[in-house]
């Protein structure tokens, strides 16, 4: 069964994929490149019509450089501008079948589970209209319980007008807030919780044979409701939670989820050089070659049973990231090796690098500390200078001490900022305007490049 979801996204071309990402990451115009073409050709895939559509497998992408320059960054920006399926993971974190830890498929259960938020986000949003409509005249049959009048037909007649008449009133004031502090009583839907009921079964076992098992419960068991006293402000909060929860279609949820996961869904696998073997002829350990082994049938391609189903692992796109410092990728086993075809090598970033990640990305440092201050009524200002100041100090910084990239920026904005956050609004009060100036910068970090022990600065 092919995806239903919408492909707009996937149209992109490669060069309006790399102008997206250009918006948030500075340079590393390979790497850009590279995950734009993989992820142009899942568009090109799905719109083939021949036989060998299911043979076309992605072009899985390593990416190898030190830290903080980018890589994470690029995967994760890639898959929101795609509105796919996207989880982060740590190759060192896995254990080899057999041990104690979490094991490699786990990646894809992640994976899966964002996929199944990500359809309940979609699905809530649609029903948000129609359930909020059950909600307001729920409310209002609250407020205005139903009164049955005996009499001639006339008498009723003229009752239902005057119901009508005082209901359409109620929801005027409903809806302009004017009964948002009225105390009444709801009714919310209440189910045993089957996740409480213990299956006495290995983890293996519950994964497997016993993963559908709670659903299977849920389905027989008597479904209750519960008595609330509430604000009817709350009480519509309450309310339409139910509702929309009533009107999902879980069904239908799994099996969107489970399609987007599988042709579509992005797994970047970090610190993927931590797993490298580096001495050929031991043995194994426990984190290193097993888990590469374990690694490999997944991103060659298997069926991984989740409690929502089995997923074909052959179409997700698989980037595996890690500085190779101790190891090189030749170091990984020779199949893991292969099934990763694509290799870039991401650049360490210059002085002229960290200006432009101060001044040219969407959400660059001094905006969001711009944003936070706003929201105490205080106004900050970057000169140039004072960006290319910082720029140069955690240039500096890096060279001289542990690189960490990007990441350096965040410990020099923090260090200068922190006095300014933390006399607000007590010392600097609402409606002032700050300028960051090139001299305010060098006097407050002259302590910090004057320490020769700069380990309490290093991420």
């Not at 542990?402 to 607000?424: C, H, K």
């Amino acid at each position: 069964m092919e995806t239903t979801m919408s492909m707009d996204m996937y149209a992109l071309t490669p060069k309006e994929i790399v102008a997206e990402l250009d918006k948030y990451i500075i340079g590393q115009a390979e790497a850009k490149r590279n995950v734009a073409v993989a992820l142009r050709n899942r568009w090109r895939r799905m719109q083939v019509s021949s036989d060998f559509k299911e043979d076309i497998m992605p072009n899985n992408i390593l990416m190898i450089g030190p830290t903080g320059v980018g890589k994470t960054e690029i995967a994760r920006r890639l898959a929101k501008i795609a509105k796919v399926p996207f989880v982060k993971v740590e190759a060192s974190k896995f254990t080899e079948v057999g041990y104690v830890g979490r094991d490699v498929e786990s990646m894809v259960r992640d994976l899966v589970e964002r996929a199944i938020t990500m359809v309940k986000e979609e699905q809530m949003e649609k029903l948000q209209e129609k359930a909020s409509q059950h909600v307001e005249e729920t409310i209002l049959d609250i407020l205005l319980p139903p009164i049955k009048v005996k009499g001639e037909i006339e008498k009723r007649s003229e009752h239902e007008e005057n119901k009508h008449a005082t209901r359409e009133r109620f929801r005027e004031k409903l809806r302009s807030g004017e009964l948002d502090n009225q105390q009444i009583e709801i009714q919310l839907s209440k189910s045993m919780n089957p996740s409480s009921i213990s299956l006495n079964a290995s983890p293996a076992v519950e994964e497997g044979i016993m993963m559908n098992f709670q659903d299977m419960i849920s389905n027989f068991l008597p479904k209750q409701t519960k008595k609330r006293k509430v604000s009817v402000s709350e009480a519509r909060k309450l309310l339409l939670t139910d509702e929309i929860t009533k009107l999902i279609d879980m069904q239908a949820v799994k099996e969107e989820a489970l399609i987007r996961a599988s042709n579509s869904g992005i797994i970047f696998i970090d610190e993927i050089d931590k797993i490298a073997s580096t001495t050929p002829g031991n043995h194994p350990g426990v984190s290193r070659e097993g888990v590469q082994r374990d690694l490999l049938p997944i991103v060659e391609g298997s069926s991984i049973n989740t409690k929502y189903g089995v997923i074909h692992t052959d179409h997700i796109l698989f980037i595996g990231a890690g500085a190779f410092h101790m190891a090189k990728p030749s170091d990984l086993i020779p199949e893991l090796q292969g099934r990763f075809p694509i290799r870039v090598t991401l650049q360490s970033l210059s002085k002229e690098d960290f200006y432009k990640i101060l001044d040219e990305p969407k959400s660059a440092l001094p905006m969001q500390y711009h944003a936070l201050l706003e929201v105490e009524g205080v106004t900050l200002h970057f000169d140039e200078e004072a960006k290319k100041e910082i720029a140069s100090i955690a240039y500096l910084l890096n060279e001289e001490e542990e690189n960490i990239g990007a990441r350096r920026l965040q410990t020099v904005m923090s260090y200068l900022l922190n006095p300014i956050l933390f006399d607000v609004p007590d010392t600097i009060l609402p409606n002032t305007t700050l300028k960051i100036t090139q001299e305010m910068v060098q006097t407050s970090m002259s302590k910090l490049m004057q320490k020769k022990d700069l380990n309490k600065y290093i991420l």
